[in-house]
């Protein structure tokens, strides 16, 4: 019996050894993760999730603010939590960009809202070091690995621009450093770059070259904290490495590529791009690339893939019908080429407003293919301070999925999108009104978030949704297919919009053929090709389709 086993092994082994060409290739390739195509999550990291309570309060914070104006809780364990429940994983998210991280103002001040801190994380303080309110370094160390090890890559935020407000507790940096006049004009490239962006907000003087020294107040600081020496002789080293002078604009590209080197970061959303000269992003881009370059030969068990390093910039007010150019009136100005991966569109909320699907589809699909190839843009309609989202009070939840996740170019979930939070809240003033807690409570049984995750795990899926090339099957009923290959990876999907609930027949004779075993992923269920065309009996009036 024990030779009878042996030789069936035996056999068997060789048959597996001796597969056709064809049933070789039957093995489908590994979906590659395409920046282009991500499916990324915007979270505010102090009003997310809550994961240690014990750090609310520092630096004792403790004014009475505006509504919705000071720190909620949220913090870098919350959101780590969230990261390991599964909750990005289910809403097919496979990249989360966070609001800044670095130490804030210590102080409050009053910008005609009431009482603010800086919550948001914009109103910097010491680039080297974490803020408290958020967490740890090893709080962020666990983060990024939790988010790597389920596919998720970790977006920070940079500001190089500004500091934050002057208060009691935070003294105007030298004069060396920052200028507090004129406010920005945004008439002209000139008055809209060597300005404040508003009143209070200290500029950094990232056009200048001349060396400087640290500011005395970041210096007693670190020495306060027993970390003077190291710091110095980081910078030492970075000068003495990229011969670059001790310009306000390289030390802070020291600091802020630190968090590549140390913590495996693999992007950057850039603050006020527009506010600074473009050279700046160049050089950047130049520091990340080196920075990511480095940790990845590090780690070379870590690294998930041989993507660069990604920096998506806002530059406020851009749009893609404006290609790769940004008017400012006097001046057009080109962000892409040698500096950023993607932009901000913040004209999609407009289109989707005043066009049908298949204009924007189309339109989004042909720019991105011919005047933007090789580029990407990332798509949002609501976010933390466009204070006219598509649809505030979440009347259009559905609509609002369907659109952000199935148009080409990167999607940008803001938090709550998905489960219809709300952005009008009574006695907020300005941007507060989209800056509320998540609301948690809504999540369960929640509708709205189902076809959110149906939609945002069929795009994670396939790269073709966001990257592919776009073309309409029919008018009416409306369906369309999107295609996108990569080496050997090939990807086909047709979707389906607005069609009949019940029963609804779709013609795919130029897409499959008949006997294809495709599968509806919105109502999950498979079908077979007969005559050109798949029959779907369901209660929704979209449908998915992928092949089996």
């Given at each position: 019996m024990k030779h009878l086993f042996l030789i069936v092994c035996s056999f068997t082994m060789i048959i597996s050894c001796q597969k056709t060409p064809k049933e070789a290739t039957d093995v489908k390739p590994k979906t590659p993760f395409v920046w282009e195509a991500a499916n990324l999550y915007f979270l505010l990291t102090d009003r997310f999730n809550n994961g240690d309570t014990a750090n609310d309060i520092n630096f004792e914070r403790t004014k009475e603010t505006g509504k919705l104006r000071g720190f909620k809780g949220g913090d870098l364990k919350g959101i780590t939590q969230k990261i390991e429940?599964?909750?990005f994983t289910d809403l097919g998210v496979n990249a989360i960009w966070m609001t800044p991280i670095v130490e804030q103002i210590h102080g409050g001040t009053d910008e005609g809202t009431g009482v603010t801190y800086g919550f948001h994380g914009y109103w910097t303080k010491d680039w080297t070091a974490i803020d408290p309110n958020y967490g740890t370094k090893e709080d962020l160390k666990q983060l990024v690995k939790v988010a790597h090890d389920k596919g998720i890559r970790i977006l920070l935020d940079?500001?190089?621009?500004?500091?934050?407000?002057?208060?009691?507790?935070?003294?105007?940096?030298?004069?060396e450093w920052v200028r507090t006049e004129p406010q920005c004009q945004y008439?002209?490239?000139?008055?809209?770059?060597?300005?404040?962006?508003?009143?209070?907000?200290?500029?950094?003087?990232?056009?200048?070259?001349?060396?400087?020294?640290?500011?005395?107040?970041?210096?007693?600081?670190?020495?306060?904290?027993?970390?003077?020496?190291?710091?110095?002789?980081?910078?030492?080293?970075?000068?003495?490495r990229t011969g670059y002078p001790r310009a306000p604009r390289f030390y802070i590209m020291k600091w802020l590529t630190d968090?590549?080197?140390?913590?495996?970061?693999?992007?950057?959303?850039?603050?006020?791009?527009?506010?600074?000269?473009?050279?700046?992003?160049?050089?950047?881009?130049?520091?990340?690339?080196?920075?990511?370059?480095?940790?990845?030969?590090?780690?070379?068990?870590?690294?998930?893939?041989?993507?660069?390093?990604?920096?998506?910039?806002?530059?406020?007010?851009?749009?893609?019908?404006?290609?790769?150019?940004?008017?400012?009136?006097?001046r057009k100005v080109n962000y892409f080429d040698d500096a950023f991966t993607s932009l901000i569109n913040f004209e999609l909320k407009w289109n989707v407003a005043q066009q049908s699907k298949e204009e924007v589809f189309k339109r989004y699909s042909d720019e991105l293919h011919t005047n933007l190839k090789g580029y990407g843009i990332l798509n949002y309609l609501s976010s933390h301070d466009d204070g006219q989202p598509f649809d505030p009070e979440r009347t259009k939840a559905y609509e609002t999925g369907t659109m952000l996740l199935l148009t080409p170019g990167t999607s940008q979930i803001y938090y709550g999108d998905e489960s219809a939070r709300n952005l009008v809240?009574?006695?907020?003033?300005?941007?507060?009104?989209?800056?509320?807690?998540?609301?948690?409570?809504?999540?369960?049984?929640?509708?709205?978030?189902?076809?959110?995750?149906?939609?945002?795990?069929?795009?994670?899926?396939?790269?073709?949704?966001?990257?592919?090339?776009?073309?309409?099957?029919?008018?009416?009923?409306?369906?369309?297919?999107?295609?996108?290959?990569?080496?050997?990876?090939k990807d086909l999907v047709v979707v389906g919009l607005d069609l009949p609930k019940g029963n609804k027949t779709i013609n795919v004779s130029e897409i499959y053929k008949d006997d294809d075993l495709l599968h509806d992923a919105y109502s999950n269920q498979d079908v077979t090709v007969k005559n050109g065309t798949v029959t779907i009996d369901s209660e929704f009036d979209m449908v998915l389709l992928e092949q089996k």
């Open positions: 429940e599964g909750y940079a500001v190089i621009n500004h500091t934050g407000p002057v208060t009691e507790q935070d003294p105007v940096w030298p004069s008439t002209n490239y000139e008055n809209t770059i060597t300005c404040t962006l508003v009143k209070n907000l200290p500029d950094i003087k990232t056009e200048s070259n001349e060396a400087v020294e640290l500011p005395p107040q970041l210096v007693e600081k670190w020495k306060a904290e027993g970390r003077y020496e190291e710091e110095i002789a980081e910078l030492n080293a970075f000068f003495e968090y590549i080197t140390e913590f495996g970061i693999d992007g950057y959303r850039v603050d006020t791009v527009k506010h600074t000269e473009e050279y700046v992003w160049q050089e950047f881009k130049n520091e990340c690339d080196y920075a990511f370059k480095t940790w990845k030969q590090n780690h070379k068990n870590e690294v998930l893939d041989s993507n660069d390093f990604y920096l998506v910039g806002e530059v406020y007010g851009y749009g893609i019908s404006s290609g790769k150019a940004y008017d400012f009136g006097d809240v009574d006695g907020t003033i300005g941007d507060a009104t989209l800056r509320s807690m998540m609301n948690w409570d809504d999540v369960k049984e929640n509708k709205v978030l189902e076809h959110w995750q149906k939609l945002g795990q069929f795009r994670v899926n396939h790269p073709a949704v966001g990257a592919g090339v776009h073309q309409m099957i029919t008018q009416e009923p409306y369906v369309f297919y999107r295609s996108f290959s990569d080496g050997n990876f």
